[in-house]
Each structure stands twice: as C-alpha cells, then as structure tokens.
C-alpha cells in the first residue's frame, strides 16, 4: 500500500474514534450544576398554580403507560420515584459549563420539551401534567445545588 493511501486511512480512523470518543465524553462529564426531572403529586382539580382547571386533570394528562421508557428515560424514573405524597426525582444531568455537553447527549430538558410540543393541553406552567398509577404528577426540571 502506498504511503499517502496508508497516511490518509490512518487520518480517516483518528477522525472516527475522535467524533466516537466526543460523543461518548459528554455523558460522563460531571461539571456544572446538577438538574433534576421532578415528578410532584397534584390534586385532580388544583393543576394549574392552585387554581380549578379540571381539563388539564381529568382529559389532558398524558398517560405514562404511553410513553417509552428508552425515550424518557428521566420521566420514567422520576415517575417510579413518586409516590401519590411525595416528589420523585430523576437521576441527576449535569449540564456542564459551556453548554457543548448538551449537543451530544440526551437531557431532561429534551424530554421536557418534547411531552410540551405533544401534549400541549397537558402543559401546567412551565411542567407537564402526566397520569401514572392513577396519579397526576406535574413534571418539571429542578436545579438543586
């Protein structure tokens, strides 16, 4: 094999494992402060800040059973976290202080946006609302430091 063929599959397989170990590295970096996908038990009809609004509770609450656990992966661990009395918790992402981490890996943040964008009539002030085990539980990400 010829030199520059030799030298140009040898530049080939270093750009390779670089963008592989790139999109690897992100996930375990841990710097910058932790966010959590909180799931936070509500009343049927107090959904929206304490005030009756019974179609976001009873008809638009998105159904858990629907949703994959590959996909939202922090939803659903929050969710199994949760009881019908208290708060669970995801585990924790950390976002990393120049933001590079973000375009690499999946985040609460993603699943948070994509329940917004599906179930809009779901939505709760910033938070989805979503129906597990026969309890509503208001989904937010929270930043505990």
Do not use: C, I, W
């Not at 019974?54 to 939803?75: G, I, K």
Request: glycine letters at 8%.
């Amino acid at each position: 094999m010829r030199s520059v063929t030799r030298n140009f599959l040898l530049g080939m397989a270093a750009v390779v494992v670089l963008l592989l170990a790139l999109g690897a590295l992100p996930g375990f970096l841990k710097s910058g402060d932790p966010y959590y996908l909180t799931a936070t038990p509500v009343e049927n009809e107090t959904v929206a800040s304490g005030s009756p609004n019974t179609s976001v509770a009873n008809a638009s609450a998105v159904a858990a059973a629907n949703l994959s656990e590959r996909r939202y992966p922090y939803t659903m661990a929050a969710l199994d976290n949760a009881t019908a009395d208290a708060t669970g918790q995801s585990n924790a992402y950390y976002r990393g202080p120049v933001g590079l981490k973000g375009a690499f890996t999946h985040s609460p943040f993603d699943e948070l946006d994509a329940l917004t964008q599906q179930f809009t009539a779901a939505t709760d002030g910033g938070g989805v609302v979503v129906r597990h085990d026969g309890s509503l539980y208001r989904l937010a990400v929270t930043q505990q430091v």
